[in-house]
């Protein structure tokens, strides 16, 4: 491999979950603003923090496959792992998600997703960079038409319609 590539999460994931966010807040305010229940805004507060969470860490979370290396890179903390100590490649499948995890010794390893924007290509790279005796069976099936994952992109943009209805209702009540 002569570059660097570099894969993130899918946009089409993340600007969604970014909506969510912001919708929720707004119906935090318009609850406090319009005197609700406080139980009511300390649920939403409480459900902004893991929205938050799952946000920042999609937002930020990356793979860069370069041309000796594998690296990951999550909000305060990264992992690397070199290709000359991959020892297996290995993908596990339910459904329509994947599982592909790279192992370097007992201790060293790195699960990749098909969250990933652009997945294919993703384990297109990682084939052809990793030692040919190190990738399972499942793992070259899988490569050859990798399944892509839109089930949580539909999750969250049905959870902004909802509460875009439940914004809506608040203010008619």
Request: with cysteine; charged share 15%.
């Amino acid at each position: 491999m002569n570059q660097e590539r570099t894969f993130v999460i899918r946009r089409a994931f993340v600007v969604p979950m970014g909506l969510l966010i912001a919708l929720t807040i707004t119906l935090l305010v318009v609850c406090v603003i319009q005197g609700q229940p406080v139980a009511k805004a300390v649920i939403l507060a409480v459900m902004i923090v893991p929205l938050a969470v799952l946000f920042v860490e999609s937002a930020f979370r990356r793979i860069v496959i370069g041309h000796d290396r594998v690296t990951a890179f999550r909000p305060f903390r990264q992992r690397q792992i070199l290709f000359a100590d991959v020892t297996s490649l290995e993908t596990v499948q339910v459904r329509s998600r994947v599982f592909m995890t790279l192992v370097a010794g007992p201790d060293d390893f790195l699960i990749i997703s098909n969250s990933y924007a652009d997945f294919p290509a993703l384990v297109a790279s990682l084939v052809a960079v990793v030692p040919d005796d190190t990738v399972t069976e499942e793992t070259r099936t899988m490569a050859k038409q990798p399944p892509l994952r839109h089930a949580d992109i539909f999750t969250v943009w049905f959870a902004v319609i909802a509460l875009c209805y439940v914004l809506i209702a608040q203010f008619k009540g």
